[in-house]
């Protein structure tokens, strides 16, 4: 289960049904994992002990803003952007700026699982899958274990079946794609692995997807559009394929192709938005037609990564969810969430990420949902957040300090993360002297 894992850093995870996700028995290499993982809560201790004994000295000292136009990112940091209220961060906070989200954890209802997603449904509640299924209808503040939904996935796979992807529809079908070990003639698992994909609709029926037997491509993960169609995002042989499954045949057609495996993908109306890389495929499910790049999205996705695979901020994911009206889309980053009007010239910030759990660099972004009452509710890795928006809060915190380092430290990040998260009146400017981009030498940055 952990190699699947390992080898699908893309995905959300594997878990197998008929084991605990997370065994309690111990073997050699999860003793140097758990002693590894002492080691990083004792760095990141000392570094939030380090930025905390720098507030109580800079306390009360004001610094500049933390961020620069990137990407046609515009700095608007709060809901009342539209207005021109919002605080700029690199002037400084306004006095007159108003206005933020403000995150709340709150408690899964299981730590035993692997956290894979969150689904709206059209009666308002919410499905989280972990290995098991429960419900919200008070926007995560509780959870009821979905006995039904469970047995469902449970009686179409083996005991030899690891999960690796889920999704739910607004109606509650579901689809998932799992791997299957072979057998040896003595009934023992073989290393022969299968990739299988299925989809199971309220009353327990399912039907398999047929998947591409060539071995060249293989899913990744599964979406459905607010209507319930089904789509596939492939990956393999260095490129990224979006495929459309009919949930009544299994059969499959494919859409359109990227350069690159998928990160996420969302629907906005009729569109549907796939980010892959530096590039977001626009795709008009109403005509079958892939429309023209849009210039200031890609822009920003390039400002994210730093010339490979990976992020330039720390966050591994990315999350894409559909806007409160037609044409706009959230997209959940390291860097904070920000909505755009697809076709539009800036990118809003609606959520810092130096002011949220999105910027910690021991975080990986699972889910992002808008309810109703325009809050949001983001699954990341082991942690539930709540982000409520207070009119009654500065757009940025009356408190500023920076705080430098000479190379990028993620245990600073971290900790920089967990002070601000219980102190929202504090904004902590992170600054380093050697990016790596720049050329700065170390004698410069000194």
Known sequence: MLELHKQNRGRAGACRFNIPPAPKMQSGKEEIHMEQGRRRK???ALGLAFVMAMMVFAQGCRGQGASKEEGGVSQAQNMNASQGNAADPQEGPASDAMGRFVEEERALPSEDGIPMGLFAQEDGSILYYDGEIYRSTDQGETWQKEEGLTGRLKEHTSDNSYLMHLAADRKGNQAFI???????EQGEESTDISTKALYVDTEGNAVPIMLDDTGEIYPQSLCFSPDGRLFLLMSGNGVGAVQEADTASGQTAQLFTAGRSFDGCGFSGSILAAVSGEEACLYNLETGELLEQDTVLGEFLASLYGGDSWYKDAVSGIAVTGGETENTIYLATGRGLYRHVLGGTVMEQVIDGNLSSFGRPDTEIRSILQLADGNFLALFGGRLCYYRYDATLPAMPSQQLTVYSLEENSTIRQAISQ???????????????????SGMTWDDAV
């Open 419 to 437: 002070y601000q998260s219980v102190n929202p009146d504090v904004y902590i400017r992170y600054e380093v002297g050697m990016d790596g981009e």
């Open 42 to 44: 004792r760095r990141v």
């Open 178 to 184: 799992y791997a299957e070990l072979g057998e040896t």
